[in-house]
């Protein structure tokens, strides 16, 4: 595991047929990792889902954020 404060490193995934590019330190992009893996699910998949949820959002935040704060949410929920 990389040390928890290190820069966010930026990745490509292809979601809803597109690719894009997502900057997140790399214990985030450990715990989408982990979370994808007890889903049994791709990481791509995992993010589209939160992508569709984050767009329903009266204020959607960035894609990014919105990952970290599932993440956090699954976490302590």
């Known amino acids: 595991m990389t040390p928890p404060y290190h820069p966010p490193v930026k ?9 894009t590019s997502i900057s ?10 982990e979370a994808a893996q007890n889903e049994g699910v791709a ?9 569709a949820e984050r767009i329903k959002s009266p204020t959607p935040p960035g894609l990014a954020s919105a990952i ?3 993440l956090v949410t699954q976490t302590i929920g």
């Open 43 to 51: 990481i791509s998949a995992l993010v589209g889902r939160i992508d």
């Open 68 to 70: 970290r704060v599932w």
């Open 24 to 33: 997140l330190e790399p214990v985030f992009w450990d715990m989408l990792k």
């Open 11 to 19: 990745r490509s995934i292809q979601i809803a047929g597109h690719k």
